[in-house]
T-cell receptor
Framework: SAVISQKPSRDICQRGTSLTIQCQVD?????MFWYRQQPGQSLTLIAT?????????ESGFVIDKFPISRPNLTFSTLTVSNMSPEDSSIYLC????????????FGSGTRLTVV | AQKVTQAQTEISVVEKEDVTLDCVYE???????LFWYKQPPSGELVFLIR??????QNEISGRYSWNFQKSTSSFNFTITASQVVDSAVYFC?????????????FGAGTRLTVKP
């Protein structure tokens, strides 16, 4: 199955700054997804990132706040811009794995705290 | 619209007890996929199972078993002889998209605590 390396694993950031989260997959994948998990909550899809096109954002998420890059089929970044304490969450990337049972595999997550 | 309900917010059991985590879903699509994921304290999401809507066969994997019933729109997860290492948050999820779209919806999760 696909192995996802996500970094940083955690960070503490100052209000007003930006953080870029990286997601590297060990095989080529068509679609990559970014999720947010607020403290004690479930996962919410932020956007879907396809290589060669702009990311598709879910309702409530905008590109200015969460710009996404997808330069190739194995890599993507999510930037959390102009951070506020409300952005404190776990951010996870995910890919669709089509070898073996079809399933979504997740990175280990980035635990972000904004102070 | 798709929806997943995990009514049990937290469950606490003593080691070796059996425990069932409930999952009820809603969708108008006739083809869909159901998942269970485990999220241990370390935070990563571990895939446990995927079930297709056209396959109602129940499944057993070691101490884990899943009961899929379309008549009640439920996909329940049972852990037999629970262990402390089973302590985690468990998410049930539903997807109706696949290659062309991601319409995956997660339930709120059930936090399972297994006490020694």
């Amino acid at each position: 199955s696909a192995v996802i390396s996500q970094k940083p694993s955690r960070d503490i950031c100052q209000r007003g700054t930006s953080l870029t989260i990286q997601c590297q997959v060990d095989s080529q994948v068509t679609m990559m997804f970014w999720y947010r998990q607020q403290p004690g909550q479930s996962l919410t899809l932020i956007a879907t990132a396809n290589q060669g096109s702009e990311a598709t954002y879910e309702s409530g998420f905008v590109i200015d706040k969460f710009p996404i890059s997808r330069p190739n089929l194995t890599f993507s970044t999510l930037t959390v811009s102009n951070m506020s304490p409300e952005d404190s969450s776990i951010y996870l990337c995910s890919v669709l794995v089509d070898r073996g049972p079809l399933r979504y595999t997740f990175g280990s997550g980035t635990r972000l705290t904004v102070v | 619209a798709q929806k997943v309900t995990q009514a049990q917010t937290e469950i606490s059991v003593v080691e070796k007890e059996d425990v069932t985590l409930d999952c009820v879903y809603e969708t108008r699509d006739t083809t869909y996929y159901l998942f269970w994921y485990k999220q241990p304290p370390s935070g990563e999401l571990v895939f446990l199972i995927r079930r297709n809507s056209f396959d109602e066969q129940n499944e057993i994997s070691g101490r884990y078993s899943w009961n899929f019933q379309k008549s009640t729109s439920s996909f329940n997860f049972t852990i037999t002889a629970s262990q402390v290492v089973d302590s985690a948050v468990y998410f049930c999820a539903l997807s109706v998209g696949w290659n062309n779209n991601n319409d995956m919806r997660f339930g709120a999760g059930t936090r399972l605590t297994v006490k020694p």
